[in-house]
């Protein structure tokens, strides 16, 4: 069953890299960082699950493998869609049904759902999407900063936190820095799935234990933080950082381990089950030489002709993108954001240039920050960067995502309806009008995404616009607009909407010079 279940994966993972290499290195890109580093020890741990439980799955009868041929082709069909429509973060889960599907026809539905933990287990090496992985972490980072700041007062050290930018005088730790440890947020929750499995534990205890590793997690990152600002206060900054970089995983990693078990023993305890929490399955029945020893037979049991045909399927799925129609990207020509005019009827503009530090944050080809003006009335700042691909999940950094990293506090949310006269055509477009607070100041923001001459409010409504003009049309382009303007420069709400509104319009007629429709 061992080598059924490591062949399950092999074979797919097998015609995925050789059939789909922009998955192979989008797969390896995220199994090569530290919020997946994890990835590489699944399959090992699946395995020895399935060999622990082997002597309770093996059963003459196999079942059914109708289910396995059903599973393996939505993985398939998974797969073309992520080839086809530049979907990377599908790539993923197609690789997780295809490995399910293979492993049904081996063994049959009867032996299967004996090792459906092992089974689960591959879908926590399973790259998240970007924008869910960001929505989640998002509020988890603030929450993190906050507790180690409180921390470091704790210590008798001033800080001053500015969303997730703590600074303490002698250092400051930038958000990379300061929430570097919350990237042991996934490692963790596959811990403590294993923890679960390995201590016999009830579906309920394993849930109870996957919720208790996003706090521990937070608690332990914000412990971390505490300990690099306290080193560098009272020993020296080379110390902290070297700390910082070299015992990051010994602080979140190791204690976080026990207090999952800790969690483990308490919940166990108070169901009444204060024997579970211990008794872990950790040997095999019957030892391991018996267990290895009937492993070939597994396979013998499935068939040769089962095997055949699955290598003979999973041989045409990796040859399918050198038969069906080769995929296309149209790279739209444009202006570049150099050129970008600063004189826009009333407004007249100013180029800013922006920090490396987020110059580098995300893939964009080309950018303008410019702030505009017009006589006597307030300063608009205009940032629009341009993507050559919105799958590289670029457009998840939004401002509704990112200013409160950056120390805002959104006080208002909502769709705006702004009037838009095209042409003879008079349009309402559908945007997105934030107010947010920083340092003590208000300021209007209005955001949208651009994508082939659309304009796009809802991020969720993104993908599958994108989506069908990758498939038709192989555009896949785009732009984030975003303008901000400070509320004290102007006498109320309505002005503020007014001029926000005529620097929009303004802009929309402008943009498709470098944002290509």
């Given at each position: 069953?061992?080598?059924a ?120 090496a ?5 924008a ?5 972490s998002?509020?988890l ?19 001053h ?13 930038q958000v ?8 042991y ?10 923890v ?97 020893a ?46 970008f005019?600063?004189?826009?009827k ?56 990112c200013l ?23 349009r ?52 984030l ?22 620097m929009?319009t303004?802009?929309?007629d ?5 944002v290509?429709?």
């Open positions: 069953m061992v080598i279940y490591l062949a399950s994966l092999i074979i797919p993972l097998a015609a995925l890299w050789i059939g789909y290499p922009p998955g192979r290195d989008w797969l390896l890109e995220q199994w090569g960082s530290e919020e997946y580093s994890h990835a590489v020890m699944i399959p090992l741990v699946g395995a020895y699950m399935v060999l622990l439980n082997q002597s309770t799955a093996e059963e003459r009868a196999t079942g059914s493998r109708t289910a396995g041929a059903i599973t393996l082709a939505a993985g398939v069909a998974l797969l073309l869609l992520a080839h086809y429509g530049h979907m990377f973060s599908v790539y993923g889960f197609s690789l997780l049904l295809m490995t399910c599907g293979v492993f049904l026809l081996f063994v049959g539905w009867g032996r299967a759902k004996q090792h459906w933990r092992a089974l689960a287990l591959l879908l926590f399973v790259p998240m999407p970007t869910l992985f960001n929505k989640m998002g509020s980072q603030l929450i993190s900063s906050r507790l180690g700041a409180a921390m470091i007062e704790l210590a008798g050290i001033t800080v936190l500015e969303g997730n930018v703590i600074d303490i005088g002698t250092m400051q730790m990379v820095e300061a929430c570097s440890g919350l990237r947020l996934l490692p963790l929750v596959a811990l403590a799935y294993i679960g499995v390995f201590s016999r534990a009830s579906l309920a205890r394993i849930g109870l234990l996957l919720v208790a590793a996003a706090p521990i997690t937070i608690l332990m990152n914000s412990v971390r933080i505490a300990l690099t600002a306290v080193f560098s206060e009272y020993l020296s900054v080379n110390l902290a950082e070297g700390f910082l970089h070299d015992f990051e995983g010994w602080v979140i990693f190791f204690p976080a381990l026990g207090l999952l078990l800790l969690v483990n023993w308490f919940v166990s305890k108070i169901t009444g089950q204060r024997a579970s929490a211990f008794d872990w399955a950790l040997v095999p029945e019957g030892g391991f030489v018996s267990s290895l009937t492993q070939p037979k597994t396979i013998v049991a499935a068939g040769l002709p089962t095997l055949a045909a699955t290598f003979v399927v999973m041989i045409g799925v990796a040859s399918l993108p050198h038969v069906l129609p080769q995929r296309a990207v149209v790279t739209p020509p444009r202006e570049p954001f150099s050129m005019p600063l004189e826009l009333d407004w007249k503009g100013q180029h800013e240039r922006m920090d490396v530090i987020y110059r580098n944050a995300l893939p964009w080809s080309d950018y303008l920050l410019a702030n505009f003006v017009k006589p006597g009335g307030p300063v608009i700042n205009v940032f629009v960067p341009y993507f050559p691909s919105f799958y590289d999940g670029s457009y998840t950094h939004n401002p509704s995502v409160p990293g950056n120390g805002w506090v959104i006080e208002q949310e909502g769709i705006k309806e702004l009037p838009y006269n095209q042409g003879s055509e008079h309402l477009l559908r945007i997105n009008r934030l107010i947010a607070t920083i340092e003590g100041k208000r300021h209007l923001v209005y955001y949208w995404f651009q994508h082939k001459g659309q304009i796009i409010a809802d991020q969720n409504a993104v993908k599958p616009i994108l989506l069908w003009n990758s498939l038709t049309e192989g555009r896949i382009d785009g732009a607009v975003r303008l901000v303007m400070a509320l004290d420069s102007v006498p109320d709400i309505s002005a503020a909407d007014a001029a926000m509104e005529g929009a303004t802009l929309l402008v943009l498709p010079r470098f290509p429709s």
